[in-house]
Nanobody, 115 residues
C-alpha cells in the first residue's frame, strides 16, 4: 500500500525558513514533488524532482526554495527560505509509484507565514 506522510509545516515570520519532509512507502517512486493550495486558489506546482535528480520550480519560488530527495529513504524534502506571506498555503507531497503507475498525494501540511 502506497503511503505518503508529510511533516515540517508550521507558523513562521516573513523572512524565515521551514523544511518540509515527505516519507513515501509501498513502492519504488519516480518523480516526486510539492504542490500548494491557498484558500480560494487552485492547487499549484511548487517544485518537483525526478528520480535522477532533475528539478523544476515555479517562478514564484525560484531562488528561495530547494527540493531534494533521498532515494534510499524514499523521502523528498522542500527547504523554504525567505518565506513570504503569499507562501501561506497547505503544502501537498505528490509521488509517482512505479508499482501501480499512479500518482499519490500526501495529507497536506499547513504553512503559515506572518507579516
Amino acid at each position: 500500500q502506497v503511503q505518503l506522510v508529510e511533516s515540517g509545516g508550521g507558523l513562521v515570520q516573513a523572512g524565515g525558513s521551514l523544511r518540509l519532509s515527505c516519507a513515501a512507502s509501498g513502492s519504488i517512486f519516480g518523480a516526486m514533488g510539492w504542490y500548494r493550495q491557498a484558500p480560494g486558489n487552485a492547487r499549484e506546482l511548487v517544485a518537483d524532482i525526478t528520480s535522477g535528480g532533475s528539478t523544476n520550480y515555479a517562478d514564484s519560488v525560484k531562488g528561495r526554495f530547494t527540493i531534494s530527495r533521498d532515494n534510499v529513504k524514499n523521502t523528498v524534502y522542500l527547504q523554504m527560505n525567505s518565506l513570504k506571506p503569499e507562501d501561506t498555503a497547505v503544502y501537498y507531497c505528490n509521488a509517482f509509484a512505479y508499482s501501480t503507475h499512479q500518482g499519490y498525494w500526501g495529507q497536506g501540511t499547513q504553512v503559515t507565514v506572518s507579516s
